[in-house]
C-alpha cells in the first residue's frame, strides 16, 4: 500500500521521513497521475493560500476530490485542515475553522499535550495554526487543549491543527497508516475510529 503525499509547498518532506518509518510505502504527489493507486493522501502544512493556488494549477481539485468521496484515507495538518474546511478547495471535513488564530509567528509554540491515542503526553508544533471553530457532532476527538478540538478523526478523515511530522510524527503517523490499512466503508461508517 502507497500513501501519497502532496507535494506542492510546505513540510511534506517530513512527512515523507516519518511515513518511511511505516510499513507502508509513500510517494509524492505533484500530478493527477501520481494519484493513480494510492492507499491514502496527506495535506502537509505550509502556506494554504499557496497551496490552494497550486492545487488548482495543477489539475488536483477534482480527482482529489473524487479519492475523498471514495472514502480513501485522507490526513490534512495545519494547512492542510485550512484546505479541507470550509472554503478551501475541498470543503469535506465538516468544520469551520479561523486562519492564524494565535496570532503571528513569534506565538507559535510547543505544547505537552494528552491524546487519546497514545500513553503520555505528546509533543504538539503548532506553526500559525487554524483554530477549529466547529466540528461534526460525531467526530471522534483525538486531541484538545482547554477547550479547543486540535486533533479529530471524521469519516475517512484525520485533521491535526498541529504538525506531528515535526516531532517525529508520533502517534499520530501510525494512526493514519492503520487508518489506511484498514479504512471506512464507503458511506462514512465511523468503524475502527
Ligand atoms: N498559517 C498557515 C495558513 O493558514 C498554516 C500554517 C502551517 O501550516 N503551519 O495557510
Same mark, same amino acid.
Given at each position: ?11 511534506? $518532506? +517530513?512527512?515523507?521521513? /516519518?511515513?518511511? !518509518?511505516?510499513?507502508?510505502? /509513500? ?16 495535506? &502537509? ?19 482529489? *476530490?473524487?479519492?475523498?468521496?471514495? /472514502? ?6 495545519? $494547512?492542510?485542515?485550512?484546505?479541507? $474546511? !470550509? ?10 475553522? +479561523? ?13 505537552? %499535550? ?11 508544533? =503548532?506553526?500559525?495554526? &487554524? ?14 487543549? @482547554?477547550?479547543?478540538?486540535? %486533533?479529530?478523526?471524521? !469519516? ?13 510524527? +508520533?502517534? =499520530? ?5 492503520? *487508518?489506511?490499512?484498514? &479504512? &471506512?466503508?464507503? @458511506?462514512?461508517?465511523?468503524?475502527? $475510529?
Amino acid at each position: 500500500m502507497v500513501i501519497g503525499i502532496l507535494a506542492l509547498q510546505g513540510d511534506y $518532506a +517530513e512527512h515523507r521521513s /516519518c511515513l518511511e !518509518k511505516t510499513a507502508l510505502g /509513500c510517494r509524492l504527489v505533484r500530478t493527477p497521475a501520481d494519484l493513480d493507486g494510492i492507499a491514502g493522501l496527506v495535506i &502537509p502544512g505550509g502556506e494554504s493560500t499557496a497551496i490552494k493556488r497550486l492545487v488548482a494549477s495543477s489539475g488536483l481539485v477534482e480527482p482529489v *476530490m473524487d479519492l475523498i468521496e471514495r /472514502c480513501i484515507p485522507v490526513w490534512g495538518t495545519c $494547512a492542510g485542515v485550512v484546505l479541507l $474546511a !470550509k472554503g478551501g478547495p475541498w470543503d469535506v471535513a465538516g468544520v469551520r475553522v +479561523e486562519r492564524n488564530a494565535y496570532g503571528p509567528q513569534v506565538y507559535s509554540r510547543v505544547v505537552m %499535550a494528552r491524546t487519546s491515542i497514545a500513553e503520555g503526553d505528546v509533543p504538539l508544533v =503548532f506553526i500559525r495554526a &487554524p483554530r477549529i471553530v466547529d466540528a461534526p457532532r460525531d467526530a471522534s476527538v483525538l486531541c484538545r487543549l @482547554g477547550d479547543e478540538i486540535v %486533533a479529530l478523526r471524521w !469519516k475517512n478523515l484525520l485533521l491535526t491543527t498541529f504538525h506531528p511530522e515535526l516531532a517525529g510524527g +508520533e502517534p =499520530f503517523t501510525s494512526y493514519f497508516a492503520s *487508518m489506511v490499512a484498514s &479504512p &471506512p466503508r464507503r @458511506g462514512g461508517s465511523m468503524e475502527g $475510529a
